[in-house]
């Protein structure tokens, strides 16, 4: 009982940096389509969630994939819908 | 350390588990997998600790050369496992589109990969559950299917007028590829002998692959690999296994041959970056052809075993040893051209990489020959 415990507060914790990156990934496409292009922000809980390397390693991913996406078709990433996140696509 | 000593036992007592010295590691361990990655550092690693107090996959006393300690062989599943969770939950949560969902290539490769991690599994929860000529079949098999489906894998050049001939030839440069790839797959199970030699030649590789295309996969790999190197070389609890370094090297494999393939990088370039393990197979296969063994036979032999037995003669501590063996070849291969690529010394598609290559290898052989003598007593020593 005590292991199971154990290992759901590990993928809980994992978890967390993955919610961190993906609720960054999709704010950034967000601000992008309103203000241009902006960099990365890298507040105090970004950085507890993804620690120092990991926030760079998730500004690496947001900034490539904007890229990716703009170089794939504009069309695309300046599509007005609502449901904007599931209309990208990202690098590999 | 009388500072740090309280702090240590009140968390033992918490724990009631652990001596002090596996205390004091797991605070060590902790600490930078937090200071590096946050949360989500300290999850994997919480991860990684609970895979390695399991009983599967335990292997024995000196049964890896170096160890003296029964280790864990799910380091393969550990690290899967976290690439796993994070690029699902990207999927789900984020933009983001996985190579494999809408590229026939990364789908194959990805393929292979899992195909060659469960070969693995196989053998690190049941050793000898396959034959050797089995497994070899099973992954020419694999790797020459993910080849012939794959052709733009294949590099069409890499500047040696020879191999160039072969690879001109499509069938010529399959067959010649498909051995090249079964060759590298078995060269890094063989190097996996010491903590942090072949977790850091991944680690240098995958933040190379990661500065050079900033995919999510290369960023999730960099992470699950930072962390298990971490936990490796302080504790020396864990290694890859048969799953962690065939899937390692059939990642690494697939992303360099891409490389090289799609001219990011230079043969030589790749050729510097996993010189340690394709040298030491080479070496490692000639050495015992001479001696009148098979090829594929296990022994000691190896610069790592060697340069363990030398510093295992000046420091105390067994784990420190081995795992200062598997930090001075690492990072003097691998990390050394991470460093020179991160600096942008060399232009990762010059051809001058061949020269770096070179000066690896005469470091080799200079190192082998120098501790030439040191021959380390264990199961699988020479005869003399």
Known sequence: MRSIVNFMVAFGLIWVGVLESATSSVEDFRQVLDDGDVEPERSVKHILAVGLVGSSIVSSIIINGRQTVILEGHEKFLDPNPMLSESFVGSE | MLSVNPAVRLIQNALGLWSVPTVQKLVLMFFFAGITYGATGLGAMLLMTLLANTKLGKDGSAKHGISLSESSRLGGLAIAIVVIIYIAGLSLLSPYTSGLERNDSFLYIWCAVLFCCLLGFAEDIKPDFLTPSLRLGAKFAVLGALFWLSPQLIPLSIGAPAIDFFLSVPVLSWALVT????????????????????????????????????????????????????????????????????????????????????????????????????????????????????????????????????????????????????LIISGSTSGAVLFVYMVDLLPSGSDLWYGFFVLEVLLYLAGLKYLTSIQPKTQYADPV
């Not at chain 2, 790999?221 to 930072?226: D, E, H, I, N, P």
């Not at chain 2, 003669?313 to 067994?318: C, D, F, P, V, Y």
């Open chain 2, 179 to 326: 051995v090249f790839a079964v060759g590298f797959v078995n060269a890094l199970n063989m190097a996996d002998g010491a903590n942090g030699l072949v977790p850091g030649i991944a680690l240098a590789s995958f933040g190379v692959f990661f500065m050079e295309y900033g995919r999510p996969m290369d960023g999730a790999l960099l992470f699950a690999c930072s962390i298990f190197f971490i936990f490796n070389v302080i504790s020396g609890w864990y290694f890859l296994g048969d799953a962690g370094s065939y899937g390692l090297g059939a990642i690494l494999l697939s992303y360099g041959l891409l490389g090289v393939a799609d001219g990011h990088f230079s043969a030589g370039f790749m050729a510097a970056l996993f010189c340690y393990p394709c040298v030491d197979f080479l070496v490692s296969v000639i050495r015992r052809w001479r001696a009148g063994r098979s090829p594929f036979s296990a022994d000691n032999g190896h610069l790592h075993n060697r340069l363990h037995q030398f510093i295992k003669l000046r420091i105390k501590s067994s784990v420190m040893a081995n795992s200062f063996t598997g």
